[in-house]
């Protein structure tokens, strides 16, 4: 991982040799947080693009993923359905 804080570049061969398990999980470790906060920052950029929208307004800036709207369509096709029968 490129920038890590554990790459070996940073470690004698005796030290690799004698924590390569454990640097090896905090390299991971560090890869999922960075992936989980880059996630995060998209998600916050969104909300802040929709507050601008919405004139600095607090309704409307929830954003809903594409399925979870997709299943709340489909609901309530089903309840459309069921009050025409």
């Known amino acids: 991982m490129a920038g890590s804080d ?3 570049k940073f470690f004698t061969a005796t030290e690799l040799n004698n924590f ?5 999980r ?3 470790f560090e890869k999922t947080v960075a992936h ?3 996630t995060l920052e998209k998600r916050v950029d969104q909300i802040e693009e929709n ?14 993923p594409q399925n979870e709207s997709e299943d709340e369509t489909e ?7 069921d009050l025409t029968l």
């Not at 390569?20 to 090896?24: C, E, G, N």
């Not at 609901?75 to 359905?81: A, P, Q, S, W």
């Open 20 to 24: 390569q398990t454990i640097l090896t």
């Open 51 to 64: 507050v601008k929208t919405n004139k600095n307004s607090l309704s409307g800036t929830k954003a809903v």
């Open 6 to 8: 554990f790459d070996p």
């Open 36 to 38: 989980s906060f880059r």
């Open 75 to 81: 609901i309530n096709d089903e309840v459309d359905l």
């Open 26 to 28: 905090l390299r991971e």
